[in-house]
Nanobody, 122 residues
Framework: QVQLVESGGGLVQAGGSLRLSCAAS????????MAWYRQAPGKQRELVAA???????IYADSVKGRLTISRDNAKNTVYLQMNSLEPEDTAVYYC????????????????WGQGTQVTVSS
């Protein structure tokens, strides 16, 4: 079993910044790939960014140049630095860990965090 605990969400004005963190615990093995998803009201959950165990990032086109994913393998923690936030970034952000990485795509596992709300006001 893997437990994921997210933190760092909140309310910010357009153009502002937030940093999300997700700490993974409970696994006997080092978690390989990790990712951030988001779900806005009335929309499907979508991949925002993922990062492989070797540090290779993947980004959704809508966030390239504004959001940066990183990780600390020693702490089993993944981060999402969000700059130049837009109202369209408003959503609940979820961490996923232990998914598959193939062909430049990330495929989520069944391990999800509880979600953290990000609200960007205009």
């Amino acid at each position: 079993q893997v437990q994921l605990v997210e933190s760092g969400g909140g309310l910010v004005q357009a153009g502002g910044s937030l940093r999300l963190s997700c700490a993974a615990s409970g696994s006997r093995f080092s978690i390989k790939h990790m990712a951030w998803y988001r779900q806005a009201p009335g929309k499907q959950r979508e991949l925002v960014a993922a990062i492989t165990s070797g540090g290779i990032p993947i980004y959704a086109d809508s966030v390239k140049g504004r959001l940066t994913i990183s990780r600390d393998n020693a702490k089993n923690t993944v981060y999402l630095q969000m700059n130049s936030l837009e109202p369209e970034d408003t959503a609940v952000y979820y961490c996923n860990a232990g998914g598959a990485y193939a062909g430049g795509n990330y495929y989520p596992s069944d391990y999800w965090g509880q979600g953290t709300q990000v609200t960007v006001s205009s």
